[in-house]
Nanobody
Framework: QVQLVESGGGLVQAGGSLRLSCVVS????????MGWFRQAPGQERKCVAA????????YYHDSVKGRFTISRDNSKNTVYLQMNSLAPEDTDVYYC?????????????????WGQGTQVTVSS
């Protein structure tokens, strides 16, 4: 069973930064595409950023382009989301997810495994 454990969320003032981390158990992390999603209560999960298995392809939602960076370290089974210039509208629960197919996708239904979520709160 693949497990994903996120960390790095918290409370930050507008303009500040956070780095989310997601450690994935198992020996085949390097073959997974990974994504970071956000979800507000009553809303659908929305892909914020995604990265292919090799790291060669990435996706960013328009609202975070130029502010967020997704990266991965396959030697540590970890994917990161560096979040800079945070704004109150970035407040949400953030989830990492693994797509065992490996190709880049932003559709949450294609992802096979999910973390428990980490709260990001940005104060004005």
């Amino acid at each position: 069973q693949v497990q994903l454990v996120e960390s790095g969320g918290g409370l930050v003032q507008a303009g500040g930064s956070l780095r989310l981390s997601c450690v994935v158990s198992g020996r085949t992390f390097s073959s997974y595409a990974m994504g970071w999603f956000r979800q507000a209560p009553g809303q659908e999960r929305k892909c914020v950023a995604a990265i292919s298995w090799s790291g060669g392809s990435t996706y960013y939602h328009d609202s975070v382009k130029g502010r967020f960076t997704i990266s991965r370290d396959n030697s540590k089974n970890t994917v990161y989301l560096q979040m800079n210039s945070l704004a109150p509208e970035d407040t949400d629960v953030y989830y990492c997810a693994a797509d065992t197919d490996g190709g880049l996708t932003i559709n949450p239904t294609w992802y096979d495994f999910w973390g428990q979520g980490t709260q990001v709160t940005v104060s004005s």
